[in-house]
């Protein structure tokens, strides 16, 4: 495979590589326009030159708060080119939320949608922030399309303040050259990127990597896909978010590393998704299993072709196997499976030599090790019995800025330092690895990973609540639903559920909203003060097992 092929290289390399060898291949596809090789490389070039004459260097930290485009790949791969290290984030983050994020990651530069724009300016002065670059969704397509799209009112789009520090995408690509200065980088020292996830003490934590800890997963991937995933032949439709792990490792392992099309979409719309298949004759796709019920269920399904596709991949949550099987009766196909995490990156790609069993993730990649231990003793399971799933790797960090997090998410174990993933699992006769449970305090709602604590935490602000605990609730259509159980000060007056919600919208991501919101007079907790999630879990399962 003529991508990346030494894990002491950049991020960069293999798409430099393929660039150089098909300039003329088509790389992305978004909303209809076709990027080249050639051309996405001069964009890439031109944006790392803008970013050095900024002052952007070696280590500098530069937010990606903006959703599926053009604009985050060149950014993503800009930064890393001139030596520094992209935060990618959500674009649907609270000003509460990026405010955070980017006085932990120390982030001077943010790149934002315009429909943003008001949200940076309002924690601008609370910030390390220097300097706002701002794009639109539509900044890279035709005039015309443009015009199209805002005589429709298709297209979002704010209102920019300009000012000294303010700049634009779309105008730093038109003044700069594509030549950007040579920087030296360590791929196995030099930060690629750092991931922000769920914190178990309610704020989110920064989750480095390497380029080298990028380029062995993307690597691995290809020991799993070489004979089946073809050079340039296929066509990948990519509608998982970038700014998480899982779409940008296979975006890099199965499109742009290996010449294949990317059919990028910004926003997740069923129907969209379906003609895209249709028209594009996609072959390649990504999903949470969210997005194949909803697939399964739209009520337009018969209307489209869905026969070019050979691989479908699904990740971030279980997939049931109700949707397994009738995704294979629909398509002809099974779904295969691809599971990681943040802090240790892709570990595991269902093997495509044969069907996948629907819970079965894989065998575990080269590059990262596995044990399968008894949580409370950390012993190593017998082979076949079910255990909390440890991983170790050369390429696993600390947590940005976060030691004693650090120790509680890693133990020492024969010299070694491993990752505790929190799930469950067993290995199968095949050596691969099944999904058995969960993490108990992650919630996984809509494909998305949500930490119970955030949420509580961030119900624990409001000035009339003295306890809360947050739950995940058993729902076929979104994984969990998200419950809070709450419990109120004894002098608190006239608050109820619906003025708490709208306290957590101000707050949180509209993804992290609960659903449900509780009244109690207290909350279970341990002799030592701890909270007991397990027990509200427990009860919430016996009221849905009644009700059935």
């Known amino acids: 495979m003529k991508g990346v092929q030494t894990i002491d290289e ?3 390399t293999g798409f430099e590589r393929i660039a150089e060898s098909f300039p003329d291949n088509t790389a992305l596809v978004y909303l209809g326009e076709k990027f080249t090789y050639r051309q996405l490389k001069e964009l890439i070039y031109r944006f790392a030159t803008a970013l050095y004459e900024m002052g952007i260097r070696h280590d500098d930290k530069v937010m990606l708060y903006i959703p599926n485009c053009p604009q985050w790949i060149i950014a993503f791969l800009a930064i890393q080119k001139v030596g520094g290290v992209p935060v990618p984030t959500s674009p649907i983050y609270t000003p509460f939320e990026i405010s955070y994020q980017l006085n932990d990651s120390d982030a001077e530069t943010i790149i934002c949608q315009d429909t943003n724009f008001g949200y940076v300016s309002e924690v601008f002065e609370k910030t390390p922030l220097k300097r706002i670059i701002v794009t ?13 799209g805002w005589f429709f009112d298709r297209v979002p789009y704010g209102v920019v303040e ?3 520090n303010v700049y634009f995408f779309k105008e730093l690509l038109a003044k700069h050259q594509p030549d950007p200065p040579k920087v030296d980088i360590n791929p196995r020292e030099h930060l690629a990127y750092i991931l922000y996830t769920g914190g178990t003490t309610g704020v989110p934590k920064g989750v480095p990597g390497t380029h080298s800890g ?9 020991q799993v896909i070489e004979g089946f995933v073809s050079e340039g032949d296929d066509r990948f439709l990519l509608v998982n978010p970038l700014y998480h792990i899982m779409a940008n490792g296979m975006f890099m392992g199965i499109g742009l590393t290996l010449g294949n099309p990317t059919i990028l979409m910004p926003t997740p719309n069923v129907d969209a998704i379906l003609e895209s298949i249709q028209r594009y004759k996609v072959t390649l796709l990504l999903g949470v299993p969210t997005l194949y019920r909803m697939i399964l269920e739209n009520e337009r399904l018969d209307m489209y072709d869905l026969s070019s596709l050979k691989y479908c991949w699904s990740g971030g949550d279980v997939l049931p196997l109700e949707v397994f099987n009738r995704f294979k009766d629909l398509t002809g196909q099974p779904i295969y499976q691809v599971y990681g995490s943040t802090e240790v990156g892709h570990l595991c790609l269902s093997s495509m030599a044969e069907e996948p069993a629907p819970q079965s993730l894989g065998k575990p990649f080269e590059t990262r090790e596995v044990k399968i231990v008894d949580p409370d003793t950390l012993e190593e399971m017998p082979r076949g019995e079910v255990g909390e799933l440890l991983v170790t790797s050369e390429f696993i960090l600390d947590y940005w800025k976060k030691p004693e997090e650090t120790a509680e998410s890693f133990v020492e174990l024969e010299g070694r330092r491993w990752y505790r993933m929190g799930d469950f699992v067993k290995v199968d006769d095949r050596g691969e ?9 992650v919630i996984k709602h809509k494909g998305y990973r949500v930490s119970a604590s955030e949420i509580e935490a961030i119900l624990q602000d409001h000035e009339a609540v003295l306890g809360a605990c947050v739950v995940g609730v058993a729902d076929p259509k979104v994984g969990e639903r998200i419950k809070a159980i709450v419990v109120m000060k004894e002098d608190a007056r006239g608050v109820g559920g619906n003025e708490l919600i709208r306290f957590c919208r101000e707050k949180l991501a509209s993804y992290k909203i609960p659903s449900y919101i509780e009244f109690r007079d207290m909350l279970p907790k341990s002799k030592v003060g701890k909270l007991l999630r397990r027990e509200i879990r427990d009860e919430e399962r016996r009221k849905q097992t009644e009700k059935v």
């Open 433 to 441: 690895l099944v999904y058995v449970d969960r993490q108990a305090d």
């Open 214 to 222: 990028m380029v062995s997963y993307i690597k691995d991937y290809y």
């Open 162 to 164: 300009k000012r000294e």
């Open 10 to 12: 950049e991020v960069i």
């Open 136 to 148: 639109n969704l539509v900044d890279l397509v035709p005039r015309w399309k443009r015009a199209i």
